[in-house]
C-alpha cells in the first residue's frame, strides 16, 4: 500500500502490543520477571571515543557513558571499517608552553595523547570534536617533523558502494552531509565530474539529490590529491 512502511505502521503497531502486554501484566498483580545477571558480569564507567575507564576529567574523556564488562575485560572501540589507512583513535603529539604542536626534540616538549573519534562521524560531531579541532596547531618556529605528511585524502559521509534511499513518502530530496579527511587545504566537490563547492577543512559539504541513480563523488585538495566514491541513490 503506498505510504506504508516499517516506520508509519510495524513500529508503532508493535509498540502498542508491547504496552498491551506489559499493562496485562501489571494489572493482574504480576511482577516483571528479573533477569539474574551473571556473576563475571559487571558495569563499568568508560569514556568515548575510546571506551576505556578513565576519569571524567580526563581530557581524552568526551562522553562518559556506562557498559557491561564480561570477567573485568572492558573492550576498546573498535576500529570502523572504513576508518581511513593511518587514521588511529589516538594520536601521541608534542606540546610545548604554549599549547602548540611541536617536535619531540623542541625546547619544553611534553608528550601528550590525544583521543579521537572513529573517522566515519566526523560529518556528525560537534566542530570542537573533530580531529582538526582535537589536535593542536602546529608552532611555525619548530613544527612536528611529521607536519608535511598528511594522511591520505578520504570521503566520509558515504561509502563506496552505498544504496541510499530517498526520504519515503515525501517529495523531498536526499541531503548529504559529507566532509574530508587527511590531506590539506581548500577542498572542492564533484558529482559526475561537475564542481558544485568548495570548502576548508572544517566544513562540511552538503548536496542534495531528488533523482535516483547512480553517482560518482569526488573531491580535490590544495596538494593535488584526489579521492572518489560511487553510489547509488533509490526510490
Known amino acids: ?16 502490543v508491547h504496552d498491551v502486554l506489559v499493562n496485562r501484566d501489571s494489572q493482574h498483580g504480576i511482577a516483571a520477571p528479573v533477569q539474574p545477571v551473571p556473576l563475571n558480569v559487571g558495569v563499568a564507567a568508560i569514556c568515548w571515543p575510546l571506551g576505556q575507564p578513565m576519569s571524567k576529567s580526563d581530557p581524552n574523556c568526551r562522553r ?30 608534542w606540546i610545548n608552553a604554549k599549547g602548540l604542536r611541536v617536535a619531540a626534540g623542541c625546547p619544553d616538549a611534553q608528550a601528550q595523547d590525544i583521543a579521537l573519534w572513529p573517522a566515519p562521524l566526523e560529518p556528525w560531531l560537534p566542530r570542537a570534536e573533530r580531529r582538526e579541532a582535537r589536535l593542536p596547531p602546529a608552532d611555525p618556529d619548530c613544527p612536528p617533523q611529521n607536519l608535511n605528511q ?27 552531509r559529507l566532509s574530508a579527511l587527511g590531506g590539506s587545504g581548500h577542498r572542492w566537490w564533484f558529482i559526475d565530474g561537475v564542481p ?23 573531491v580535490l585538495d590544495e596538494s593535488g590529491q584526489t579521492a572518489r566514491v560511487e553510489f547509488s541513490v533509490v526510490e
Open 64 to 93: 562518559q557513558r556506562f557498559a557491561w564488562t564480561l570477567d573485568g575485560t572492558t573492550p576498546p572501540t573498535l576500529q570502523a571499517a572504513d576508518q581511513p589507512l593511518g587514521l588511529g583513535l589516538q594520536e601521541r603529539v
Open 1 to 16: 500500500m503506498p505510504g506504508q512502511f516499517g516506520l508509519a505502521s510495524a513500529a508503532p503497531l508493535m509498540l502498542q
Open 196 to 218: 558544485l563547492a568548495d570548502t576548508d577543512t572544517r566544513q562540511d559539504f552538503t548536496p542534495t539529490l531528488s533523482k535516483p541513480g547512480r553517482y560518482q563523488l569526488s
Open 150 to 176: 598528511e594522511p591520505p585524502l578520504s570521503i566520509v559521509g558515504v561509502r563506496e558502494g552505498d544504496n541510499l534511499r530517498l526520504p519515503a513518502s515525501s517529495r523531498q530530496a536526499l541531503r548529504l
